[in-house]
Structure formats: structure tokens, C-alpha cells
């Protein structure tokens, strides 16, 4: 099998094309998020934290010089992107927790008996013939 067509194979699982389905989600998720952190949960933080932007928190560790940048540690950037991060782990706990207790589910609903053999129809036929008789 050329290398090509094991490719081929493995990239047409299921599983694979699953799981690349969910990480465009996934990234597509993660921007919503920040978004949202950004720009509904953080203005409001930051007001009651006394009109504080978070994206101007920085510690200055140089002052810029001419045309070269100041260097600075933006922790302010850094406490935003903790929150991002912990709205969407808390989203994929939930979303988790849903998709185990729907499997708890299936594992928990009991198997269909198995349809009679066509030995066991044709004596239950017979018994019921000589019932009759």
C-alpha cells in the first residue's frame, strides 16, 4: 500500500474527520470567547475595579527610546487571557459532562431481547397446533 493511500485511509476515519471538525469549532469557539471577555466581561471589571482597562496594566521594564518600542510585561493582557481560558475549560467540562451522562444513559438502557430463531417459530407453531387438537 503506497503511502498516499494509507494517508488516504486514515484521514476518511470516522474519527479523524470527527476530530477535525471539532477543532474548527473549537477555534472558532475560543474566538467567541475572547470576544466575549473582551468586550462584555472585562469593561465591567474593570469598573468596578476603579476604571481600570485591563490592557493598559503593564510593568514597564524600559522606557522607549526613540523609535524603539518600550519593553513591558502586559500582565493586564495575561489576567485576560487566564479568564478566557477558564470560561472555555469550564465549557468543555459541561460539554463533557453532558456527552458521559448521555453514554451512562445508552450503557443503562437494557438490550433488546434477540428475535426467536426460525427453529424456535416453527416449534412454537407445532405446540400450538397440537394445543389445538
Same mark, same amino acid.
Given at each position: ?12 476515519? &470516522? ?5 477535525? =471538525?471539532?477543532? !474548527? @469549532?473549537? *477555534?472558532?469557539?475560543?474566538? #467567541? /470567547? ?41 500582565? &493586564? ?5 487566564? =479568564?478566557?481560558? !477558564? @470560561?472555555? *475549560?469550564?465549557?468543555?467540562? #459541561? /460539554? ?38
Amino acid at each position: 500500500m503506497s503511502m498516499v493511500q494509507e494517508f488516504k485511509k486514515f484521514a476518511m476515519r &470516522g474519527n479523524v474527520v470527527d476530530m477535525a =471538525v471539532g477543532i !474548527v @469549532i473549537g *477555534a472558532a469557539f475560543g474566538k #467567541i /470567547v475572547s470576544s466575549f471577555v473582551a468586550d462584555v466581561i472585562m469593561p465591567p471589571l474593570g469598573l468596578l475595579l476603579g476604571g481600570v482597562d485591563f490592557k493598559d496594566l503593564v510593568i514597564v521594564l524600559q522606557e522607549a527610546v526613540g523609535e524603539t518600542p518600550a519593553v513591558v510585561i502586559a500582565y &493586564g493582557q495575561f489576567i485576560q487571557t487566564v =479568564v478566557d481560558f !477558564v @470560561i472555555i *475549560a469550564f465549557a468543555i467540562f #459541561i /460539554v463533557i459532562k453532558a456527552m458521559n451522562s448521555l453514554k451512562a444513559k445508552e450503557e443503562a438502557a437494557p438490550a433488546a431481547p434477540p428475535a426467536p430463531s426460525k427453529e424456535e417459530l416453527l416449534l412454537t407453531e407445532i405446540r400450538d397446533l397440537l394445543k389445538g387438537k
